[in-house]
């Protein structure tokens, strides 16, 4: 078994065409959040508060501490297994915001790590995705639920 050298980080990025208030509240509002990503929150993102998502669809869930939130400009999130995930929002001219998703953090043998991060970086790429769709044209993509429709999922989406 080989152990890794260094632990990946990921980064998720995506030009939004939206003002940066809006950006930031739909992933803060788990009433606009879960058009595009999960499908139940206990409650609006707050610092300090612990939450629970959950995608419904896969029977999975996780808690995860709101380290962090600065509003309109980052959010910071550390999930059960201690792996954290940062958004850092940058308002830019004519009502676009650029986001920036980190994770990081990943633990577990190098194959581990390494399908861990790579199953992240494809699933924020399509939160981001999902998200764009929804706020600059209105569509919900359904891009999570229909992802792996017919999977058995043993872990966290």
Known sequence: M???????VVTAEMLIRRPVEEVFEAFVDPAITTKFWF????????EGKRIRWDWEMYGV???????????????RIVWSD?????????????????VSITNTGFSGSGDEITAHAIDSMGGYTMVLCGLKALLEHNVVLNLVSDKAPDAIVNGFI
């Open 2 to 8: 080989e152990t890794l050298t260094q632990i990946p």
């Open 39 to 46: 499908t139940k929150s206990s409650g609006r993102l707050a």
């Open 61 to 75: 869930g996780d808690d995860l501490d709101v380290k962090k939130l600065d509003p309109n400009k980052e959010i």
């Open 82 to 98: 201690g792996t954290q995930t940062e958004w850092v929002f940058t308002s830019r001219k004519d009502n676009e915001t650029f």
